[in-house]
């Protein structure tokens, strides 16, 4: 009997994120965060996806934007998936902090979105230090001590940026919460490439597919790095304080043009596309891992309730 994989039949936009013992999967109607119970139950939360309007539709603009929003969910559903996964009955009221309380009160239902843009924004700030203002500090005080010129400075940033992101991928990797977190991350691919397949989402038939997807956070995160890379090779350094303004400043667009990039790769398969979406691949090895079959139950749990009636609502 033939178990290889069915070769893909169409490239879906449903996707998710993989969370504390669950997964949070988003379609185009309906976000699903699915997360296993101590006591071995799953449980669900459905919402509405949110709607960008006509942003969504504007080339380099739409992927700032879909990066800053993803940051926000995905924050707020790993602290809820947290909250579960622990036993824990998720009470916003009882969880409040005094200053969560003081926000609530003077804003209303704008309170979590401020709270959580906040926590997404301090994350997203110490993820701007640490890829892009570490390298051009480091480079700029060596350049105080020894001599070089502006190509080995150029040279010898791209390379501490790519060595710092490895490297955090794989310390991150060693702690047992993540590795599990990325096993989880694994269900999710493997759940969506059996969807998109179109085979039936059983357990058995989706432990058969590949962890690797093109269409991944962790390639997004690679292509800013390399993106990042090329851009900013152009900018001078004669300041390294000016450098690394005009790095900041440019930071939007380095995200649209690495998020079109990753639609690009998503829809077409050419030798072009191939060579693009290559390294995210070979990234994921550090953060996409095999799955058990407990985690491929709550993929499937969360994308079932999300995926659209007609195929073609949802394709990428």
Not at 79 to 90: F, I, K, L, T
Not at 208 to 223: A, N, V
Not at 254 to 272: H, P, T
């Amino acid at each position: 009997m033939n178990h290889e994989p069915k070769k893909e039949c169409f490239k879906t936009s449903v996707g998710g994120q993989a969370l504390m013992e669950g997964i949070m999967m988003r379609g185009p109607e309906h976000i699903c965060c699915a997360v296993r119970k101590p006591d071995g139950t799953i449980e669900t939360k459905i919402e509405d996806t949110p709607k960008h309007g006509i942003w969504a539709k504007i080339p380099l603009v739409r992927g700032a934007i879909s990066m800053i929003e993803s940051l926000i969910t995905g924050y707020r559903y790993m602290m809820y998936s947290a909250q579960v996964s622990m036993g824990d009955e998720y009470d916003a009221e009882e969880e409040e902090s005094a200053f969560e309380k003081w926000v609530g009160d003077h804003l209303g239902k704008k309170a979590e979105g401020i709270l959580m843009a906040g926590a997404a924004l301090v994350g997203g700030l110490f993820a701007i230090l640490l890829f892009t203002v570490l390298p051009t500090v480091l480079v700029g005080g060596l350049g105080e001590v020894v001599t070089l010129t502006r190509w080995p400075r150029v040279i010898l940033e791209a390379l501490l940026k790519v060595a710092i992101f490895l490297g955090y991928m794989v310390a991150i990797s060693k702690m047992k919460e993540i590795y599990r977190v990325f096993e989880y991350h694994g269900a999710e691919h493997k759940t969506i490439a059996c969807y998109e397949a179109g085979d039936e989402l059983t357990v058995e038939n989706v432990r058969k597919y590949t962890r690797f997807h093109p269409r991944c956070g962790t390639s997004f995160l690679i292509l800013v790095v390399i993106v990042s890379v090329f851009l900013y090779s152009v900018l001078p350094w004669s300041s390294t304080s000016l450098r690394v303004l005009f790095k900041l400043l440019l930071l939007p667009a380095v995200m649209g043009i690495s998020y079109e990039l990753l639609k690009w790769c998503g829809r077409s398969d050419n030798i072009a596309t191939r060579i693009i979406r290559q390294p995210g691949l070979w990234v994921q090895r550090l953060t996409v891992f095999e799955p058990d079959d407990s985690m491929i139950e709550v993929a499937i749990a969360a994308v079932t309730p999300v995926l659209p009636e007609d195929p073609e609502d949802g394709r990428w």
